[in-house]
């Protein structure tokens, strides 16, 4: 980038911070990178298309104005849209230099870093383990390192950070990122365009491989074989192996043995749900990354009712960042209140079963009562385990109670349901839809 861009751009966005709040100009200027000035236009880089069709509904009229302050009417303004699935995933306002641009090469996203991890008791353990891979990587005895836990609690984040941190720290030349998808179809597609070995030449000459989601090799018989070979060649090399999964290897469904006992050769940690003080320092630290003011009270405020994962967290930050630099309009706690009232009532109204059996048979079309009756008929009694199912995951009801709600049926036979409908969402796509569904309408009526 050459400094003439640089400083037209610092220019552009002196000029752009006179017109707009200081919120909207945090959430939606701060972000973009300028790329390149020449051929009488300046192009720019924005995270998403969302971002790229935010700015132009938005802020056209004052772009084109300060632009043509700073270069004159004559030059135009050129988007480039940053299309990797990181960047698509998280929406929040980026926060350095490159916005959680991958790299082409090893698809590093370089807003995932130890700085950026915000380190409570949830997910301590799993952070200086990280860290002592991420120094040492393949030196350390914790080869491979497997973090684990559940959704969007910081596991991409972490491992994705031990590359990051290898790659600028440690004579580490080569650190390869994918998830276990993405390896599953890249080897498909090498053996569909008779390409295998330079597949297992590109997997097996890394200094460090870092493979996210493994529980999707579940069931993949064929690649798991391969990644056997990859792991045993990096293993013996001395590179490092880095994973994720939601649960931990010796939990992992439909995975051969000789791969679970070789996830638990190195070590093995969790992160878990973070306590509310952590969940209070997380949201200070993404709203000052991406320079947003607010008062302290508002912090407690999100923390407290947003409770289940960090990814909810930045969806109520941004959701106030977008709602005040639309409006132009403070960030207050009753705006907080009125603006996530719904995350806020989804986390404290209590589920019942009987709503949850309503929902279910309402999605099967039959009377609700059906659930709580003593038919065997097949779709009667499927239903009732998908809504004995949910009743144990969406509510604290104990198997006996479970039972009561269903017409007196004994723990045991709750058990059972539970156990069927767990294998049915591991083996069957539809059910698993239908499952998610029925959930997601349970939950939307709580909002
Ligand atoms: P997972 O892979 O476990 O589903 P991610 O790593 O994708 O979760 O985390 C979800 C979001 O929350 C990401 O934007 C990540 O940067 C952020 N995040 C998670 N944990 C932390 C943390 N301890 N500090 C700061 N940000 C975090
Ligand atoms: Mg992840």
Redo the contacts with the bound molecule.
Sequence with gaps: MNVQVNEVWNQFLDTIKASVNQNSYATWFKPIKPLKLEDHSLTIQVPSQFFYEWLEQHYNTVINRSLAQVLGSEYKLVYSIVMDQATQ??H?PATKKTHGRANGHDNLND??TFE?????DS?KFAKAASMAVAKGPGKTSFNPLVVY??????????IQAIGNYAKENTDTHRALYVDSERFTQHFIDSIQNNRSTEFSGLYRNVDILII?DIQFFGNKERTQEEFFHTFNTLHQKGKQIVL?SDRPPKDLKGIEERLISRFQWGLVVD?QQ?DLE?RQA?LQ??AEESGLEMPGEIYHFIATHVTS???EL?GALIRLLAYSSLNSEDITLSLAKSLLKDVCIRNTKAISIEYIQKVTADYFDFPDDMLRAKTRKKEVAQARQIAMYLSKKMTDSSLKTIGLHFGGRDHSTVIHALNTVDQMIEHDKKIRGIVETIKNKIEIAQL
């Design positions: 995933a998280v929040l807003r995932f950026s991890f915000v380190e409570g997910n836990g559940g959704v969007g609690l910081g596991k991409t984040h972490l996210d994720s992160v973070p952590t997380i630290k993404k994962n960090i990814r930045e």
